[in-house]
């Protein structure tokens, strides 16, 4: 193991909508992206306020303006991460990485379920060895039903350690 490699230490996966709710225990859930050594929690605490990444879904009803909006099916989904921890003055890793979810709703007769999962992190900057970037693949997707109607939902994202993110799907 060397510091210039990088690992998730936490969690790789977790349920973030269950049956049309926020998870119970999605506040209790992290994945990070660390240097490969065992004293990776020693990361400086110089690190960055997290960056928000919003994921929303909505299904509305097709009804006559009068009378009003409704939908079917309604969720945001925040994707969080503090990013630029150093490891004894180098290199940029993330520490922590969880979601929130400030809206979900479903109807009557529709279910949406979300999980989220990360890939195995690797360094976006292998050609340095004393600047490791932290770089690591993210997928939330999902379902969203009815009796006579399935939908699959993802979304895919790659988080780097300086702060920047790419959408992937």
């Known amino acids: ?42 990361l400086g605490t110089g690190f960055y306020s997290p960056k928000k990444i919003r994921m929303t879904y909505e299904w509305p009803v097709n009804v006559p303006e009068f009378m009003g909006r409704y939908v079917y099916v ?56 004393s600047r490791p970037i932290a770089r690591i693949p993210v997928t939330v997707s999902g379902t969203v039903s009815t009796y006579e109607h399935r939908q699959h939902l993802e979304w895919g994202f790659t988080l780097y350690g300086n702060g920047s993110w790419v959408q992937d799907t």
């Open 1 to 42: 193991m060397s510091w210039e490699m990088v690992q998730n230490a936490a969690q790789a996966a977790w349920h973030v909508i269950k049956d049309g709710e926020p998870h119970q225990e999605i506040s209790t859930h992290r994945a990070n992206a660390v240097p490969a050594v065992d004293d990776w929690q020693d």
């Open 74 to 129: 309604d969720a945001e989904i925040l994707l969080r991460f503090d990013y630029g921890a150093t490891y004894k003055g180098g290199g940029a890793f993330i520490p922590s990485i969880w979601l929130e979810v400030p809206q979900a709703y479903t109807g009557w007769s529709w279910n949406l379920d979300i999980d989220v999962r990360f890939q195995p992190p690797t360094n976006a900057n292998p050609g340095d060895r």
